[in-house]
């Protein structure tokens, strides 16, 4: 069969991969998931997205200090901590740069020496790392690993550019979705707050007959002496006052 007919089904086939791929991360994506889930998720059908890819993680950075949130294979762990230990290597250059790393691992065993080994010891003969960027709290790198015998092409580079930026964007909505979670917990905590201390307040008022002011200044000494927060001191009145009712 012609060569340049193989290829061209050899890209078709890993085209619809990828198109898969998306479609199932797509398929899969629910809002309220917590961000931990969808990088799972992520990383486990990246794999999928890019064919000759066998080892996948995702390496994040906390307080500027790099992890691996999730992986598919403990090799994937023992490479990624091989580069935070020295402080270099594809998936860190990746993050450094914001631009996609693609090497071979024997032709950068100078320049990484303590990614080469990690990654020898685990059979791994290539890299493909691209930068993840969710959010100012969450990014680092989408990491792949091939154990097959041959290097990533150009063309694996930029399947994995294009699946990054779609998980990239289903990561944001998790985000923001959390972001939204959270922000309404902490106002239906304030409204709760606010209406226990004028419940307190207005019991306060009825029992010494003093005006809000003077209420609300017992409730905040009390909770100084008590080093207790003021809600926490003024739920506990209430429920006392409830109680001789």
């Given at each position: 069969?012609?060569?340049?007919?193989?290829?061209?089904?050899?890209?078709?086939?890993?085209?619809?991969?990828v198109?898969?791929?998306?479609?199932?991360?797509?398929?899969?994506?629910?809002e309220?998931?917590?961000l931990?889930?969808?990088?799972?998720?992520v990383?486990?059908?990246?794999?999928?997205?890019?064919?000759d890819a066998?080892?996948?993680?995702?390496t994040?950075?906390?307080?500027?200090?790099?992890?691996?949130?999730?992986?598919?294979?403990?090799?994937a762990?023992?490479?990624?901590?091989?580069?935070?230990?020295?402080?270099?290597?594809?998936?860190?250059?990746?993050?450094?740069t914001?631009?996609l790393?693609?090497v071979a691992?024997?032709?950068?065993?100078?320049r990484?020496p303590a990614?080469?080994?990690?990654?020898?010891?685990?059979?791994v003969?290539?890299?493909?790392?691209?930068p993840?960027?969710?959010?100012h709290?969450?990014?680092?790198?989408?990491?792949?690993?091939d154990?097959?015998?041959a290097?990533?092409?150009?063309?694996?580079?930029?399947?994995?550019?294009?699946?990054t930026?779609?998980?990239?964007?289903a990561?944001?909505?998790?985000?923001r979705?959390?972001?939204?979670?959270?922000?309404m917990?902490?106002?239906r905590?304030?409204?709760?707050?606010?209406?226990v201390i004028?419940q307190?307040?207005?019991?306060l008022m009825?029992?010494?007959?003093?005006p809000?002011?003077?209420?609300?200044?017992?409730?905040?000494?009390?909770?100084?002496?008590?080093?207790?927060?003021?809600?926490?001191v003024?739920?506990?009145?209430v429920?006392?006052?409830?109680?001789r009712?």
């Open positions: 069969m012609d060569e340049n007919l193989l290829r061209e089904r050899d890209a078709v086939r890993r085209v619809d991969d198109t898969a791929a998306l479609d199932q991360l797509a398929d899969d994506f629910v309220d998931e917590e931990p889930v969808v990088l799972q998720r990383c486990r059908q990246v794999i999928h997205a890019v064919p066998e080892i996948a993680s995702v994040l950075l906390r307080d500027g200090l790099p992890y691996t949130a999730t992986a598919t294979d403990d090799g762990h023992r490479i990624d901590s091989a580069q935070y230990q020295a402080g270099h290597g594809p998936c860190l250059e990746a993050v450094r914001g631009e790393q693609r691992v024997a032709e950068v065993a100078h990484w990614f080469a080994s990690a990654a020898a010891e685990a059979s003969v290539a890299a493909l790392s691209a993840l960027v969710v959010d709290e969450y990014h680092g790198s989408l990491n792949l690993y154990t097959g015998g290097s990533f092409g150009a063309f694996d580079a930029a399947l994995l550019d294009l699946y930026a779609a998980a990239e964007a990561l944001r909505s998790t985000r979705h959390q972001a939204a979670r959270e922000t917990g902490q106002l905590t304030a409204l709760t707050s606010r209406a004028d307190a307040k207005g019991i009825a029992l010494h007959c003093i809000s002011g003077e209420a609300f200044a017992l409730l905040t000494k009390a909770s100084q002496e008590q080093n207790r927060k003021l809600r926490e003024a739920q506990d009145f429920a006392e006052a409830t109680k009712r």
